[in-house]
């Protein structure tokens, strides 16, 4: 039953889109009907400013985290575990936007770390690299989801958390095919 309430929970917080809330709050427009139409970090930068991309990023780390911390709180390793799946679920899917959402990476990241911070640093090392270099967000977050399993097993080998990350770094990675697509005809946005 305390597993089941940690999905629960895990879940509905990774719902809470960040972007959408901000987007309606303070600029009145729908995030969807910006930029790329992804109620993400990326696209609220893009479309509200540096403020609102900055507020939107610590939000969703902010209950990636929350989600990971419950879980342990309730269910120790496993439950941090099962946290760290459900929530970045919740951020995919949001129930509260007809199960549309994000891409999931500031929600897996702020999960990671919770769970494990020197997993999320060196990911973090890793995203911060081809993003510098390339200046592109979405091929960062690709090659840093790719390289994610590995981090976790040189950690953690062969175990739940290592399952658990490859499930999500396949999610990340498949939430991103439109992106692949435009960088394979080299048209996708760069930053700044």
């Given amino acids: 039953m305390k597993y089941l309430l940690i999905a629960i929970i895990s879940y509905c917080l990774g719902s809470l889109p960040f972007s959408y809330f901000i987007g309606k709050?303070?600029?009145?427009?729908?995030?969807?009907?910006?930029g790329s139409g992804n109620p993400g970090t990326t696209n609220a930068f893009r479309a509200f400013g540096m403020k609102?991309?900055?507020?939107?990023?610590?939000?969703?780390?902010?209950?990636?985290?929350?989600?990971?911390?419950?879980?342990?709180?309730?269910?120790?390793?496993?439950?941090?575990?099962?946290?760290?799946?459900?929530?970045?679920?919740?951020?995919?899917?949001?129930?509260?936007?007809?199960?549309?959402?994000?891409?999931?990476?500031?929600?897996?990241?702020?999960?990671?770390?919770?769970?494990?911070?020197?997993?999320?640093?060196?990911?973090?090392?890793?995203?911060?690299?081809?993003?510098?270099?390339?200046?592109?967000?979405s091929l960062a977050s690709i090659i840093t989801a790719a390289l994610a399993p590995f981090a976790t097993m040189y950690f953690y080998g062969l175990s739940y958390f290592t399952l658990v990350v490859f499930i999500l770094a396949l999610l990340v990675i498949y939430k991103h095919r439109a992106n692949i697509q435009r960088l394979i005809n080299k048209t996708e946005k760069r930053m700044f």
């Fill in 52 to 137: 609102a991309g900055l507020v939107t990023l610590i939000m969703d780390l902010f209950k990636g985290a929350l989600a990971v911390l419950i879980g342990r709180h309730l269910g120790g390793d496993n439950g941090a575990v099962l946290a760290l799946l459900f929530a970045p679920l919740g951020h995919i899917y949001s129930f509260i936007l007809k199960f549309k959402g994000g891409k999931g990476v500031a929600t897996t990241g702020g999960a990671l770390i919770a769970f494990d911070y020197r997993v999320a640093l060196a990911l973090l090392v890793v995203f911060l690299i081809i993003f510098l270099i390339s200046r592109i967000v």
């Fill in 25 to 34: 709050k303070f600029f009145g427009t729908d995030i969807r009907s910006k």
